[in-house]
């Protein structure tokens, strides 16, 4: 089963369209920081793109230039410039596909700084006026690394133009006019923006920082939750089991009983009229019973010890007819001599997805309900029968009744009619909860002086097939 479901995982991604496998793979990155795993598709194509675009768009200038108007050197620096922010593109692919998101900016980041910083050197700051690059860096750097980044990124920024004026080349046409004009402007311009990005990406840090802590706040009130909801459990249980004790403390009385009848049959030995073979027998039937007698004991016993014990709900599938007879005995227990208590069941298996230890507390739940509408006696049935694809349960006992206010507020936590010290309120609170969990439906039906008749209805389980021999 494990095997099939690793080849299933192999094998669908391949039938998905080709922009999906690709979108798929650049989320693909083992970045431990979950920011770093959001940011890498993006920085993945724009690396990718600088890569593959840089060094063909300086081949078509190279190819389709009439005449270069450079020196050596200026050729040099125009080329080495554009190798060198192609390779950190590459490099930086690289990286983010090992989990090194923010060393792989950084380090494109100061390749490309440093290239700007030598073109402005090599060609003077008109050439270099319009580059893009100097905005693209500092948003990187923001969004990507965090402030001490960005202000270091604008703090080379302002340097990169002055380098750029102070070189022959910042010189105005015939060397006129004060190469430095600009750069106040520019300095100050770009620190406006750098302002802008920091104030804004950290915004939206702390709000992620927020909604971080919510959520963790949010899984902790879940945990607690659970963990209430455990212990209420155990409790009811236990409540369940005090109900039980009376009912059975009677019947181990009687099962003592009949093993200290049937254990009577041995002074037949001794009696003058013995008779090996018939009193052979009668031995054999006497043991037999004492044998029954002790394994409905051990039965009740063990039931009782695996229901009152401390255990995390875990769903499976059962069949309800089989746990309705495996709870029977106890359900005796509870009402006692004065309750005639029927259960009938389909003959088909009724499979339903629950844990089984709950659906015990619940049937337990709604019987001492029952128990205590019905003070003198009456009948309680539980009818199990299959419905449109589901598992129809109706329990219904001919009590005392309800009206209709009480009706309304049955299902509410810690909401009981019984005196106080008599009752919690959760049981049938329990119930609904139960229901609600697997996809189904509980409704109640009442009277006063008409009984009470709750409907439970739980989507049925498909039978597993057998496979084939």
Known sequence: ????????????PWRLPLWRRVVAWLRRVPATDAIDRRNAPALQVLLLFLGTEIPLNKGYHLLTATRIQMNPTQLAVDIGTDAAMTLAAWLGVWMIRHGRVKTATAAFIGVTLCS???ANIAFGYQLQAFDPYPMML????ALVIGRWALWSVYAGIPLMFWLGMESPGGQGPGGQGNPFQNLPSLALSYLMITLVLDRTVEALREGLFSAR????RLRAEIRERERVQERLLHLQKMESVGHLASGVSHDFNNILGAIIGYTAQRHRLHELDFDPVADAHAMGDALEGVELAAQRGVSISRKLLSFSRRELAVPTDFDAGQALFGVEPMLRQLFGPGVQVHITVPEVPCLVHLDPSQFDLVMLNFAANARDAMPDGGTYTLALSVEAGQAVL????????????VMLQVFEPFFTTKPAGQGTGLGLAVAQEMTEQ???SLWVDSAPGHGTRFTLRLPLVAPALSPAV
């Open 438 to 440: 697997a996809a189904g």
């Open 213 to 216: 802590r919510s959520a963790e």
């Open 138 to 141: 500092l948003t990187l750097a």
């Open 116 to 118: 700007g910083i030598a």
């Open 394 to 405: 109706r329990l219904s006992d001919t009590g005392i009744g309800m009206d209709a206010e």
């Open 1 to 12: 089963m494990e095997t099939h479901r690793r080849s299933r995982y192999w094998l669908v």
